[in-house]
């Protein structure tokens, strides 16, 4: 990776918080602890949020103290007169600024400054004065800040401005720019205080594991544990795996492994199924689509399509989320990122499930397992924050019917939920952003851009010509038996021994090295080392060469930073 020598790289990726330079030594995270014990015993003491707040602002954790910040502000707005309480709001409201700061929202932050420097007694004038010149540096930078379009495309005034960077640094290699209002956060899968990843590969779930591959793949297949090279996952610790593993010998064509969604969700854009995603119509007769059947709740707008997924939905999520909109995620989800709200639609379903069940998400049995590697090597062990996310987890507590200060259903929880989900979801019918469904089991294989097998359902998502006839019957089927449309099955594509590992294919195989290589880094996190990708003399994709985080980190020491960045022509 070609880094200039202009720019330190290193600088780029620390925030200051009061001299302090956030280290991420886990220096305080014993701090962190105590605090988040104590708020077990009293969740709603705002001084308690508050001093976790500014614990995670000096290890590092923006995205953590903006929503204990924003706990600060709600707690003490309920209690209006109270001057102690009125101190501690003010001070909520600084660590929530900072946090904005931290990520990278600059207009954010800037307009909590000007709140701030106008408050009272709580900040002497050295630190008003601060405060004033921080939201006009801040406000400055906003307006001037990069912004490409969320797709990604860069538009004619980001392409001149890429040049112009790209020639005054040096860089040789693209530059990466965050979407529009996005920031960026660290996170490599996993917070310190979260002890699950080793849970997830000890002995007893391994063996909870392989029951269910017993029945699912009729004893056909064995969950084994894989070291994964590290320079495939370079931003990560979790270098151990889980893969699957032949017991026996197959045959090309042969069916290893069926497995119905455990949760599935659909964007919402049509009529499908809320339970297993199936296109409805009004009247009988179409081939694959199924009848409405509405929520037995008048007043719900959730459609089925039988009894069965009624009753299934019921019995996981749907009696909490019965007749309450969604349409504050689905607006919000939108601005993220516009056609992808499965992943939003897919927390919610999990966070009402876990609170059916009084327990963390991330506890859920089904889902346990499931890998938390993720995009971010592709992002330097980053990943985009957008300020909606405040938004859509505080509507998903209210759906789930959840209290902000319950700390089974903590932010850090939505945060690596939404990880897990990055790289388990499957799509299914529609186009590739309609719908999606968690399959635990399936989830368990390995990529390979020669793969062993393939997965096809009744749809026709993964259909491919050759084997038309595999595909027909298998339609047939699941017609004839009615099961769950959205089920997953695995077939092997060729003759594979006893004892093999088993690999799929998570991208297009029809695309070359560097696009596969790319594609996979973007979505999965890991740099592949296939044999078709090794045999392939076509050179192993490069990362960017350089990542404009958070640029107005540069002006907390670069004064001249932002004279420089003011003078590129925008226009
Ligand atoms: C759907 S999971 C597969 C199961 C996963 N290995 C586990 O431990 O649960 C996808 C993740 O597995 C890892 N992975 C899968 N195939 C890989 C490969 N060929 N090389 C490196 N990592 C791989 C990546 O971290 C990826 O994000």
Redesign the pocket.
Same mark, same amino acid.
């Given at each position: 990776m070609s880094a200039t020598k202009n720019i330190p790289r290193v600088h780029k990726f620390f925030h200051q918080f009061e001299g302090i330079t956030t280290l991420r030594d886990d220096k305080y995270i014993s701090e962190w602890n105590e605090y988040t014990d104590k708020l077990t015993k009293t969740p709603n003491d705002p001084n308690l949020w508050c001093q976790r707040a500014l614990v995670c602002l000096k290890e590092g954790y923006p995205e953590i103290a903006l929503i204990d910040a924003k706990r600060v502000l709600l707690l003490c707005d309920e209690i209006k007169d109270n001057i102690e309480l009125q101190k501690i709001s003010y001070k909520g409201r600084y660590y929530y600024a900072e946090a904005l700061r931290a990520l990278g929202l600059p207009g954010m932050s800037a307009s909590e400054y000007e709140i701030l420097k106008d408050l009272s007694e709580t900040f002497n004038k050295t630190k008003k004065e601060k405060f004033q010149i921080l939201a006009l540096k801040l406000r400055q930078l906003s307006n001037i800040r990069i912004q490409v379009s969320p797709d990604g495309t860069a538009e004619p005034k980001n392409e001149l401005l890429l040049k112009e960077i790209s020639i005054r640094w040096g860089f040789t290699s693209p530059i990466i720019l965050s979407y529009v209002d996005c920031g960026w956060f660290r996170f490599n899968g996993q917070y310190p205080w979260d002890k699950r990843p080793n849970e997830?590969?000890s002995a007893t779930i391994l063996r909870e594991l392989q029951k269910q591959l017993d029945n699912a793949s009729n004893k056909k297949l064995k969950v084994v544990l894989?070291k994964?090279?590290p320079d495939?996952?370079k931003e990560?610790k979790?270098t151990? %795996? @889980?893969?699957v593993e032949s017991i026996k010998d197959f045959t090309t064509h042969e069916i290893i492994l069926e497995e119905d969604p455990f949760i599935a969700g659909h964007n919402h854009f049509s009529n499908r199924c809320e339970y297993c995603t199936l296109e409805l119509v009004e009247k009988p007769g179409h081939p694959r689509c199924s009848v409405k059947y509405p929520c037995h709740n008048s007043r719900c707008k959730e459609l089925f399509c039988n009894k069965k997924c009624y009753k299934l939905a019921m019995k996981l999520y749907h009696k909490r989320l019965c007749g309450k909109s969604i349409d504050t995620i689905i607006r919000s989800a939108q601005r993220v990122r516009p056609g992808w709200n499965h992943i939003f639609i897919l927390v919610l379903k999990l966070f009402a499930l876990a609170k059916e069940r009084d327990i963390n998400p991330l506890d859920i049995k089904e889902i346990k %397992? @499931?890998?938390?590697?993720?995009?971010n090597s592709y992002y330097e062990g980053h990943l985009p924050w957008d300020s909606e996310y405040e938004i859509i987890y505080f509507e998903i507590l209210k759906l789930a019917e959840i209290s902000l200060y319950d700390l089974q259903y903590d932010f850090w929880v939505f945060i690596t939920l939404m990880a897990i989900l990055g790289?388990?979801v499957f799509s299914g019918e529609g186009n590739i952003r309609d719908t999606h469904g968690i399959f635990p089991l399936?989830?368990?294989?390995?990529?390979?851009c020669n793969p062993l097998v393939i997965h096809m359902n009744a749809t026709e998502r993964y259909f491919r010509k050759d084997l038309t006839q595999q595909f027909m019957e298998l339609r047939q089927k699941y017609q004839q038996i009615d099961c769950n449309r959205f089920r997953f099955t695995t077939i092997a594509l060729q003759n594979v021994m006893k004892g093999q590992e088993i690999?799929t294919c998570?991208i297009d195989t029809i695309d070359d090295k560097q696009q596969r290589q790319s594609k996979?880094l973007y979505?999965?996190?890991?740099?592949?080392?296939?044999d078709k990708c090794e045999a392939d003399p076509q050179c192993h994709f490069s990362l960017p060469g350089a990542i404009c985080w958070n640029l107005h980190y540069y002006t907390d020491n670069d004064e001249s930073f932002l004279s420089q960045f003011k003078c590129l022509n925008l226009e």
């Open positions: 997830r590969i894989r994964l090279p495939s996952v990560s979790m151990i %795996h @889980l893969g %397992h @499931l890998s938390r590697q993720h995009a790289v388990n399936t989830s368990l294989f390995n990529h390979s690999f998570y996979i979505t999965y996190g890991f740099i592949c080392h296939c």
